[in-house]
């Protein structure tokens, strides 16, 4: 941990801690959880910082201890260098894959990372969000309040009306992958803005024997949500409502490969296991 506010200590793996002063002298909600925030990014050079800004004003803004984790893929855009200026602004921890794995890969390195530096499951979160805005930070504080109210799974479900490839990829997913909608209430079991009670992430990590996510994109998402819905006592979803849109390059969303990889878990014996089971206990 840095030990002063421009000074930070970089790990064998490659990580910068820092925890900023402020937090440090208690000026964070006394008794509160650390919310941890897991950002998978890949080429993200040009959204990555105003993001991490965007998340500081939010969280410091209202008094939260929160540690924000990214996971840089591999990029070669320049994202490495963008992120080396925010250590010194707001905690941050930067993990890096050497090679492209995805964003499955990331985001279970996310989730594995914070159940090890976290020492109370049951009081701290996490975060899972994409790093290029088209989930709104803005949604963070609703989503505390709910976590705080005692949920152990708050979901951002969209609720705006989406291009018809999207739509489209959705209903052909809703055929080919059905007990990935096992889970009563969930509205958008693709969604990526989610914040989880870190029990709820340990155990469904202690459940598998291998990775957590094998699958890529919407498949990934809606696969952690199925695993998790086991040790989940309480959930809450909010519309993600609308949000100024920030478009700082073109979206990369593909429906052939996003159906490909839902049609691959639709086929997965112990994901379909899971699901039969929540069904049973609905």
């Not at 897991?38 to 993001?51: C, D, K, M, Q, S």
């Not at 705006?160 to 958008?188: F, I, K, M, N, S």
């Not at 994901?271 to 069904?279: D, H, K, N, P, S």
């Amino acid at each position: 941990m840095g030990s002063g506010a421009g000074e930070g200590d970089r790990t064998a793996a490659g990580a910068v801690l820092l925890v900023p002063p402020a937090l440090e002298a208690g000026g964070a909600k006394r008794g509160a959880g650390v919310i941890h925030i897991g950002i998978p990014v890949h080429n993200e050079r040009e959204t990555i910082g105003p993001l991490l800004w965007r998340i500081r004003e939010l969280l410091y803004g209202e008094r939260r201890r929160f540690h924000v984790l990214v996971c840089d893929d591999a990029s070669d855009d320049g994202t490495a260098e963008a992120l080396e200026r925010y250590p010194r602004v707001l905690p941050l921890t930067v993990l890096r894959n050497e090679e492209r794995r995805g964003y499955a890969a990331s985001l279970d390195r996310l989730i594995r990372a914070t159940l090890r530096r976290s020492g109370y499951p049951r009081r701290d979160a996490f975060v899972s969000m994409q790093g290029d805005f088209s989930d709104p930070p803005e949604r963070l504080p609703e989503m505390l309040r709910h976590f705080e109210g005692g949920a152990d799974l708050v979901t951002v479900a969209r609720a705006e009306p989406e291009p018809l490839p999207r739509r489209l990829t959705r209903a052909a997913g809703r055929l080919c992958a059905r007990h990935l909608l096992a889970a009563p209430a969930v509205t958008d079991p693709y969604a990526s803005l989610r914040l989880y009670r870190l029990f709820a992430l340990e155990g469904a990590v202690a459940a598998g024997d291998g990775p957590l996510l094998q699958y890529e994109g919407w498949a990934a998402d809606a696969a952690l949500l199925l695993q998790v819905w086991p040790f989940v006592r309480r959930f809450e979803e909010i519309p993600h409502g609308p949000h100024p849109l920030r478009r700082y390059r073109e979206a990369r969303f593909r429906a052939g490969e996003q159906l490909r990889q839902l049609f691959a878990v639709g086929r997965d014996r112990a994901l379909r296991e899971i699901g039969r089971q929540v069904m049973d206990v609905a």
